[in-house]
């Protein structure tokens, strides 16, 4: 069974940082893209950030030059790297895995910007 755990969420001040980290385990396929999404209260989830195994990366203009996606493929690990937070950076960050068989999502990570 295919598990995707995140980590790495928290509260942070305006201006800050954090690593969101995805662990994926149980696939004998290599996830071909790794993505991160996130979802505000009351707000559709949205597209953040995604990587390929050959490393092309895709960002939503909200976070570009502010938030760096990375995987480590031998790990099937994805991370993603939050500079410059603002209070409307603050959401239920999810982590997407696709490989051959499907789609799989973690059960989210809770970020908070403050003001």
């Known amino acids: 069974q295919v598990q995707l755990v995140e980590s790495g969420g928290g509260l942070v001040q305006a201006g800050g940082s954090l690593r969101l980290s995805c662990a994926g385990s149980g696939s004998i396929f290599a996830f071909n893209v790794m993505s991160w999404y996130r979802q505000a209260p009351g707000k559709q989830r949205e597209f953040v950030a995604s990587a390929t195994t050959g490393g092309s990366t895709n960002y939503a203009d909200s976070v570009k030059d502010r938030f760096t996606i990375s995987r480590d493929n031998a790990k099937k690990t994805v991370y993603l790297q939050m500079e410059s937070l603002k209070p409307e950076d603050t959401a239920v960050y999810y982590c997407?895995?696709?490989?051959?068989?499907?789609?799989?999502w973690g059960q989210g990570t809770q970020v908070t910007v403050s003001s």
């Open positions: 997407k895995a696709v490989n051959l068989r499907g789609n799989y």
